[in-house]
T-cell receptor
Framework: DGGITQSPKYLFRKEGQNVTLSCEQN?????MYWYRQDPGQGLRLIYY???????QKGDIAEGYSVSREKKESFPLTVTSAQKNPTAFYLC????????????FGDGTRLSIL | GESVGLHLPTLSVQEGDNSIINCAYS??????FIWYKQESGKGPQFIID?????DKRQGQRVTVLLNKTVKHLSLQIAATQPGDSAVYFC????????????FGRGTSLIVHP
């Protein structure tokens, strides 16, 4: 079945460490997104990409980086500059036009050791 | 700024009752609305969407109503079941803007057997 796969499901980060969250989709979607979700909160956009080798900052990009070398992959790196990284991270994809819903992965929960 | 919000953060219902989850939006330029369901530890799942040229759209046990006059969106779930217990988000796309939706904070639906 087509879908979005995020890994790992749980991740722990040590002080000063960069960690990378994986997101792979086989839906042939052009657009991919990363969101951060904190307890009791909605989704906040970190980065998005409309096409391979191009990406744009979202509302809370500081302390994060992404790459889009392949259409199906959009990894997110949480750098040591992100001082409050503990959250639930969600990756999504969609057909690149207005009026289309997003498809989400099942998330990665990141915690600090 | 303009935002999407929800009236009730938590809604408790008895199994078999109908549930109504409300969402207010303030951007009159929004022309596409989506409801998502998020179960604990998982990513949001698309439930139903509606475009601004419609007032009502029905799915299986779910109905979305759009009142553009008062900028109000609701999700009705008929014969609510324990499996409907989740957090429900509404999201809006703004006409002429990017295709990236704006998410509300979410409403937690608790169904008591």
């Amino acid at each position: 079945d087509g879908g979005i796969t995020q890994s790992p499901k749980y991740l722990f980060r040590k002080e000063g460490q960069n960690v990378t969250l994986s997101c792979e989709q086989n839906l042939n979607h052009d657009a991919m997104y990363w969101y951060r979700q904190d307890p009791g909160q909605g989704l906040r956009l970190i980065y998005y990409s409309q096409i391979v080798n191009d990406f744009q900052k979202g509302d809370i990009a500081e302390g994060y980086s992404v790459s889009r070398e392949k259409k199906e992959s959009f990894p997110l790196t949480v750098t040591s500059a992100q001082k409050n990284p503990t959250a639930f991270y969600l990756c999504a994809s969609s057909i690149d036009r207005l009026g289309q819903p997003q498809h989400f992965g099942d998330g990665t929960r990141l915690s600090i050791l | 700024g303009e935002s999407v919000g929800l009236h009730l953060p938590t809604l408790s219902v008895q199994e078999g009752d109908n549930s109504i989850i409300n969402c207010a939006y303030s951007n009159s330029a929004s022309d596409y609305f989506i409801w998502y369901k998020q179960e604990s530890g998982k990513g949001p799942q698309f439930i139903i969407d509606i475009r601004s040229n419609m007032d009502k759209r029905q799915g299986q046990r779910v109905t979305v109503l759009l009142n553009k006059t008062v900028k109000h969106l609701s999700l009705q779930i008929a014969a609510t079941q324990p499996g409907d217990s989740a957090v429900y988000f509404c999201a809006e796309n703004i006409r002429g803007g990017s295709y990236i939706p704006t998410f509300g904070r979410g409403t937690s639906l608790i169904v008591h057997p």
